[in-house]
């Protein structure tokens, strides 16, 4: 089959991998129609992770079942399904506290040997372990391209801020204006903030969120502190979403919050460790969250919400291409020319 192949740093394309088999009796095959590149896996194609040359990439996709194990029950060939981003087992101590993220079986589609080792979706067809817990049908009418989203990025946003318990008429300061910054400003207004601002350095990314009626604060033309400051008589947001990932985007949004205030931080990095402002954030009494999303926890809501067109995340896409161009949608997300690309595989 055709897939997406990393082949070293800055290097992707397409060619041929081995065919997905069902290996145990829960496994499901799913043909692939539509693939997201996610910025998780940019930090692939930027060599932050170790990856073997050959591996297929992604992980966010919609598809059509097309084979089933026969333990699989509530799915049947030919339905159309989202795939969460993240596997889950469904049976284990985590799973059954609803810790999905943190499944004893979990893995990343598409993120290689410290991530459970699974092929990635943006290929023809991927093999989903547990699919009956890492699938879901999507509802009636909801297209496809919206409902990739819940399977990974929405479901991060949406998961960021919830862990914040955002209480309606608050104000969110969002830091990185990138496909997952931009779910957090849709997701926060949607939860009720009053005021949403995002923090980024391209103009192109700061105009699409003010145009889903965020505050746009270029950090490379004003000093962001300030401005969150101006904005919220003085005191700083009650919560800050930290969608970039790394240690200096850490630090601002622990100058961004106010006293009393909460950071849930879902960008990825391979720092091993970083500065906590221990005086400062005690004295400041700062709660800080973080953690990959749990994408199974807020599935069928976010669906719920996709389905009636409540969030309409798909407003992102900026390029929608063959699965044969994968290679320039990395070269374009990858330089920021596209706001978000998502490849047509069948
Ligand atoms: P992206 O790379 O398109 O977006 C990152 C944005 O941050 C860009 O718009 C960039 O201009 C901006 N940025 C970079 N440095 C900045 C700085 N110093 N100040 C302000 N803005 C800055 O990627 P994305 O798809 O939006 O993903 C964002 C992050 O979320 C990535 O790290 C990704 O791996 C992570 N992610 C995490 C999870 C999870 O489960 N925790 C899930 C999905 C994505
Ligand atoms: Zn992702
Ligand atoms: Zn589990």
């Not at 699989?72 to 399904?81: A, F, I, K």
């Not at 989903?128 to 009418?141: D, I, T, W």
């Not at 862990?163 to 939860?191: C, D, I, Y």
Request: proline share 7%.
């Amino acid at each position: 089959m055709r897939a997406v192949l990393f082949q070293g740093v800055g290097r992707v394309e397409v060619g041929e991998a081995p065919e997905p088999q069902l290996e145990t009796p829960w496994d499901a095959i799913v043909r692939v129609e539509w693939a997201g590149i996610c910025g998780s896996d940019l930090h692939l194609y930027h060599g932050k992770f170790p990856l073997l040359p050959g591996s297929v990439l992604g992980h966010e996709f919609v598809g059509v079942v097309e084979a089933l194990g026969e333990g699989v029950r509530g799915l049947e060939v030919g339905t159309r399904v989202v795939g969460t981003f993240h596997v889950a087992c469904g049976v284990c101590p985590f799973c059954r506290r609803g810790e999905f993220h943190l499944c004893e079986r979990r893995g990343v589609y598409g993120y290689g040997p410290l991530f459970g080792n699974l092929p990635g979706t943006q290929a023809e067809r991927v093999r989903v372990p547990f699919a009956e817990v890492n699938l879901r049908p999507l509802p009636q009418g909801l297209p496809p391209e919206r409902a990739l989203f819940a399977g990974d990025i929405l479901a991060t946003a949406y998961g960021a801020l919830k862990n914040t318990r955002l209480k309606p008429g608050e104000r969110v300061a969002v830091v990185g204006a990138g496909p997952v910054g931009l779910m957090a400003v849709e997701a926060a207004f949607v939860m009720g903030a009053s005021k949403v601002l995002a923090v980024d350095r391209v103009e192109a990314r700061l105009s699409f969120a003010e145009g889903l009626g965020a505050i746009p604060v270029n950090s490379t033309k004003e000093n962001p502190v300030r401005r969150v400051r101006e904005e919220t008589d003085g005191e700083g947001a009650d919560v800050v979403v930290e969608a970039v990932g790394g240690t200096a985007t850490l630090a601002l949004a622990f100058e961004l919050v106010r006293p009393g205030g909460r950071i849930s931080a879902v960008g990825v990095d391979n720092a091993p460790s970083f500065p906590f402002p221990l005086s400062s954030g005690l004295v400041r009494d700062i709660s800080f969250r973080l953690g990959l999303a749990n994408v199974h926890r807020h599935l069928d809501e976010l669906l719920a919400l996709l389905a009636t067109g409540r969030l309409r995340p798909e407003q992102v896409v900026s390029h929608t291409l063959p699965l044969e161009e994968a290679a320039e949608g990395y070269r374009l997300f990858d330089t920021k020319e596209a706001l978000k690309v998502l490849l047509k595989v069948g």
